[in-house]
């Protein structure tokens, strides 16, 4: 499975675009992206998931270069209630889908 | 949307106590489902992967005779914490993914915080 590097912490504040960006240089050819939100007590959350280059969905933007080595969550306008641990993770249908988690980045959003 | 339910969210018992903890896919059938481990300020960890009909498989380092995992139908994957002391005081989540829908995330339940005295 393939290992994924990312920010231990990022600062912003209301209203800005957060970029968060993972590194998984080992990525497989079949591993999807996934990113994940996770407030403290509670399990993660699914935020967004791709392949290759762009996906968009209500709450976020993927981006994810040709070479699939790195990735970046888009957070647009973000607010205090996105103050949370995002993970990234790599992997496909083998294992059954199993995933490894990094250390994630816990985003603060300050007023 | 994809649910999965743990059931209890919380359990506080004495040292030595054994304790269930339910993972169940709401919507859909889970052939695999996952345990992971969190201690406070800390990532998930991966403990096992829970087979449908079949012999969990642990990661390295995990006591399958403490950890006791049973996935006995495509809804239900259970967790026993045998005779449980002070440092299996943990948050632990399972995670479960639509078997019918090849590249589908994975779906995690909200976890259980277990408190050993």
């Known amino acids: 499975l393939a290992k994924t590097t990312q920010p231990i912490s990022m600062d912003s504040y209301e209203g800005q675009e957060v970029n968060i960006t993972c590194s998984h240089n080992?990525?497989?050819?079949?591993?999807?992206i996934t990113w994940y939100q996770q407030f403290p007590s509670q399990g993660p959350r699914f935020i967004i998931q791709?392949?290759?280059t762009k996906v968009t969905n209500e709450v976020a933007s993927l981006f994810i270069p040709a070479d699939r080595k790195s990735s970046t969550l888009s957070l647009p306008r973000v607010s205090l209630s996105d103050t949370a641990v995002y993970y990234c993770l790599v992997g496909g249908d083998n294992q059954g889908g199993k995933l490894i988690f990094g250390q994630g980045t816990e985003l603060s959003v300050k007023p | 949307g994809a649910v999965v339910s743990q059931h209890p969210s919380r359990v506080i018992c004495k040292s030595g106590t054994s304790v269930k903890i339910e993972c169940r896919s709401l919507?859909?059938?889970?052939?695999?489902m996952f345990w992971y481990r969190q201690f406070p300020k800390q990532s998930l960890m991966l403990m096992a992967t829970?087979?449908?009909?079949?012999?969990?498989?642990?990661e390295q380092g995990v006591e399958k005779d403490k950890f006791l995992i049973n996935h006995a139908s495509l809804t239900l994957s259970t967790l026993t914490v045998t005779s449980a002391h002070p440092e299996d005081s943990s948050f632990y989540i399972c995670?479960?993914?639509?078997?019918?829908?090849?590249?589908?995330?994975?779906?995690f339940g909200d976890g259980t915080r277990l408190s050993i005295l």
């Open positions: 829970s087979n449908e009909g079949s012999k969990a498989t642990y």
């Open positions: 791709g392949y290759k």
């Open positions: 919507d859909f059938q889970a052939t695999t």
């Open positions: 080992n990525i497989a050819t079949n591993d999807y």
């Open positions: 995670s479960a993914r639509d078997r019918g829908n090849v590249g589908q995330p994975q779906h």
